[in-house]
């Protein structure tokens, strides 16, 4: 029993010593300072100049950071925006509409457009808008209220077809007051189809050929093209492999008066600009009218 307590004591103080070990080791140590040796033949003379204030960089340490991330991420270097009274909307992929369509597509949605057209149409500070089109199609009812809130907009609007404007991007291209296509655009005008599970019957055909005659009407009504000539282009055989209707290249969209004329960025800014400068002096929009 006695030894027992004998090796509790010997524990406790031991604990003790411990504890107060580590207590001054803990206490930070005085320096001396430290005398120059001799120097040795050859060694550089020390430096007596008086250190230098650290200077700030002359660029923000967060503006530094996103800069580095957007070069890792994009691979350049985001440029700074000048503030512009023109607002360009870019429509590529297809037109997603009441069905979502699979994620590996690239879409435009009518719902995030449609909010920007709004938007253009209130903010006092965008004067005009450019439309580029690189579009395969799409929803005919998304593609047709997407042209119809274009071509109600009171401020000048122009488009510019880039690569491709098919489908339900023609009457997209063409609801804009004056509309371009580049050299090497490519516009498909094809009939319209249903997609899904579709019952045979009269009233399926005849409601297709309702919504076929909107996107007729609509597209003769905003272009130089008419409604008789536009049919026979859609219903024509014999040059698309596994459908029918017409492909037209660059001049030939302007040919048959659907485009109004051949151009690019530089010709859709000049003709906008040119159509903000005459409603702000006339007081209504620019009508239809070649630059040459």
């Known amino acids: 029993m006695g030894k027992e307590k004998r090796g509790v004591v010997i524990s406790v103080i031991q604990d003790y010593v411990d504890l107060d070990l580590n207590k001054n080791s803990t206490q930070p140590q005085p320096t001396l300072p430290t005398q120059p040796g001799p120097r040795l033949p050859g060694q550089p003379q020390p430096s007596t100049a008086p250190e230098q204030p650290h200077q700030p960089s002359p660029v ?18 985001e440029l700074p925006e000048p503030k512009s009274n023109i607002h360009v909307m870019n429509i590529v992929g297809q037109v997603e509409g009441h069905m979502v369509l699979p994620p590996q597509n690239k879409t435009s949605k009518y719902e995030h457009l449609i909010p920007q057209l709004v938007a253009v149409e209130q903010n006092p500070g965008i004067e005009g808008l450019l439309i580029i089109l690189n579009t395969v199609g799409g929803d005919v009812e998304a593609g047709l209220a997407i042209a119809e809130t274009i071509a109600s907009l009171s401020k000048p609007t122009v488009s510019l077809v880039l690569g491709g404007g098919h489908s339900i991007g023609v009457p997209i291209a063409v609801s804009a007051d004056y509309s371009f296509i580049s050299e090497t655009a490519t516009m498909t005008i094809h009939p319209l189809r249903l997609t899904g599970q579709v019952l045979s019957v009269p009233q399926t055909y005849e409601y297709l050929d309702k919504m076929q005659d909107r996107v007729i009407r609509f597209v003769a009504g905003h272009s130089s093209i ?4 536009f049919r026979e282009l859609m219903f024509t055989t014999g040059e698309l492999a596994r459908d029918i209707g ?3 290249v660059g001049r030939d969209a302007v040919r048959f008066r659907l485009i109004d004329e051949v151009g690019g960025v530089g010709e859709a800014l000049a003709w906008l600009n040119g159509a903000i400068a005459h409603l702000k002096e006339h007081g209504r929009k620019r009508r239809r009218e070649h630059l040459q």
Not at 63 to 77: R, W
Not at 226 to 229: A, F, G, L, V, Y
């Open 246 to 248: 017409t492909v037209l």
């Open 226 to 229: 008419s409604e008789e000539k």
């Open 60 to 77: 923000p340490q967060g503006e530094t950071n996103t800069n580095l991330a957007n070069l890792q991420q994009m691979g350049q270097m």
